[in-house]
């Protein structure tokens, strides 16, 4: 008969497609089963946090639920910072964990449902008669609510032998949520009228309008009303005409296009949080534009909002559509139409070009992006760990979706979370080129992965390693003060050597010049090429815009 931990795989396995983890005592059962009674594909990872590591990247790449998996105690509490991650970044993830004995813990047991409870992770645990019931509902929570949640096998039930259950049944999801009640009409018909009277109308949209399917709908409306456009850093590339699009928005935005959107009368916000970066820290809209926000969150989320209606950006997007269209002639050019033709879009969005080398000899870190910029292939995936240089790819690396550019750690305010992030990425869309943009501080961190990454993407797989032998956001944030910058510096590493010692490429970075190794890999037949990493000896005295603004914000 079929064990626990098998009722368990077995159901899983008929909404998951993809499992990522290490195996140990707690999960042994679980894991023999995924391989021998299911179709799931197990990706073996070498340290526990790059299970849900993975299993978030997935799913931001795909909009598949995936499992990561560990076993009790300390392959456990290694997942808690990722975890937090997942949680802090609302991904729904399945997290299938060892848990202590139902008769109680051993020395080396831990509290696990209060640790992953601290982090905003529900735990469900699974017994003798219930294994199936409790995997479904475990999964539907983290669909239903985009959280992660652990799934917890006790470890003197993870082999219990139980007859054939009955059907554990089909998932049961929510639809998304439509605007009720008269002070949502009544807001929609606000919007509406304040969207017709606007002369410089801006819609914002954020991961939420991605995650509701809302570019079109989103698309449709900016032609309506004749809009600008821009999106947050996790919602790049979610309208469809580029031509009227300002980018992204807060500290990674061009300054041209910055003072496009502060001109902006009516700014209507969509399936975005509106946190400190996006808002350039209060003053990304001036005091005389009207801003309103469309969200799923129970209520508007920043200060500057003065109208908020409750639902999916699809269907409000759709319903305003609706409403200016039965208000005017269809197709009747806005009066705004005129404010998105004059102005020079491609003009705002333009980036610093930096030099080749800095002032200190180093590689100008502005220049290197621009240049890796036109070599990667079109068809790519950019995956970013956490540190100071998120601006740089962020900035001069275009992205043609939402889910092409993920950041993972950064909701967190972690570091070392991006050579896992291949491993899922590549996973969910093994047809397409991943490419890792990561500090050498995050890139140390997570070494253990490296070998994951290499594995996983092969030949699809390429990582940039911005290079400038510190913590870069500590020096520009605490060395400017004055701090000892010791604990802040870190001995060159030699990270194209790491590279070769796991099977892949590696290219050390000095000049522009050696950058030509990557055309001609992106050339290659990637069922041949080896993985690439680019050592980017950058220099560190090159600050980011993002980050100067907070270096400001703070001082």
């Not at 526990?48 to 790449?61: F, K, N, T």
């Not at 007859?163 to 509406?192: N, V």
């Not at 990674?252 to 350039?280: C, H, K, P, W, Y």
């Not at 500057?304 to 039965?326: C, E, K, M, T, Y």
Request: hydrophobic residues 50%; proline residues 5%.
């Amino acid at each position: 008969m079929p064990t626990v931990s098998a009722h368990v795989a077995r159901t899983l396995a008929q909404h998951i497609d993809a499992v990522f983890g290490v195996m140990g005592n707690g999960n042994a059962y679980f894991l023999d089963a995924i391989e021998t009674r299911t179709a799931a594909v197990f990706t073996a990872v070498r340290h526990e946090q790059g299970a849900v590591v993975a299993a978030d990247a997935h799913y931001r790449a795909s909009g598949r639920i995936a499992a990561g998996t560990a076993t009790y105690g300390a392959g456990f509490t290694n997942t808690l910072t990722a975890l937090a991650e997942s949680v802090q970044a609302r991904i729904p993830l399945v997290l299938v964990v060892g848990d202590e004995p139902t008769s109680g813990p051993r020395p080396w047991d831990v509290d696990q449902i209060a640790l992953a409870s601290a982090v905003g992770a529900r735990t469900y645990t699974v017994g003798r008669t219930d294994a199936a019931a409790t995997t479904v509902i475990a999964i539907e929570h983290a669909l239903k609510y985009r959280l992660p949640v652990v799934l917890a096998i006790p470890y003197d039930v993870a082999a219990l032998e139980v007859s054939a259950s009955s059907d554990a049944g089909a998932l049961r999801l929510p639809d998304p949520l439509a605007p009720a009640g008269a002070f949502a009409e009544g807001m929609l018909e606000e919007i509406a009228a304040a969207l017709r009277g606007a002369r410089r109308p801006l819609l914002l949209a954020g991961r939420g309008a991605w995650l509701a399917d809302a570019g079109e709908a989103l698309g449709r409306l900016a032609d309506e009303v004749g809009a600008l456009t821009a999106s947050t850093a996790l919602g790049r590339g979610i309208f469809p005409r580029g031509e009227y699009d300002l980018g992204v928005t807060g500290g990674f935005g061009a300054e041209g296009a910055m003072e496009l959107i502060r001109e902006a009368d009516v700014a209507v916000v969509f399936g975005a949080s509106l946190n400190q970066f996006t808002m350039r820290f209060g003053s990304l809209f001036s005091p005389g534009t009207q801003v309103y926000q469309v969200d799923v969150a129970p209520a508007a989320t920043h200060a500057h909002v003065g109208g908020f209606v409750r639902g999916d950006a699809r269907i409000v997007a759709d319903a305003l559509v609706s409403r200016l269209r039965d208000e005017g002639a269809v197709g009747q050019p806005s009066r705004s139409a005129s404010w998105r033709e004059s102005v020079d879009v491609a003009a705002a969005r333009a980036y610093e070009p930096g030099d080749e080398l800095a002032a200190d000899g180093r590689l100008d870190p502005r220049s290197a992006a621009r240049r890796i910029a036109e070599l990667l292939p079109e068809d790519r995936v950019v995956v970013s760990d956490g540190g100071h240089f998120i601006g740089w790819a962020n900035m001069y690396w275009p992205v043609a979706s939402p889910d092409r550019m993920m950041m993972i750690g950064t909701a967190f305010q972690a570091i070392g979370q991006g050579w896992p992030s291949v491993v899922g990425a590549a996973r969910a869309r093994p047809e397409t080129t991943i490419v890792l943009t990561s500090g050498d501080g995050g890139g140390l961190m997570a070494i253990a992965d490296l070998e994951s990454a290499v594995r996983a993407a092969a030949g699809r797989g390429c990582a940039v390693i911005w290079n400038d032998a510190a913590y870069g956001a500590e020096v520009n944030l605490y060395g400017l003060k004055g701090f000892a910058e010791a604990p802040m510096r870190i001995p060159e590493v030699d990270f194209a050597a790491f590279a070769s010692a796991v099977g892949a490429e590696g290219v050390v970075v000095r000049t522009l010049a050696d950058l030509d190794r990557l055309a001609v890999w992106a050339a290659e037949d990637a069922g041949t090429r080896r993985f690439l990493l680019l050592d980017l000896r950058i220099s560190g005295t090159v600050i980011a815009p993002y980050q100067q603004e907070i270096i400001r914000v703070n001082s």
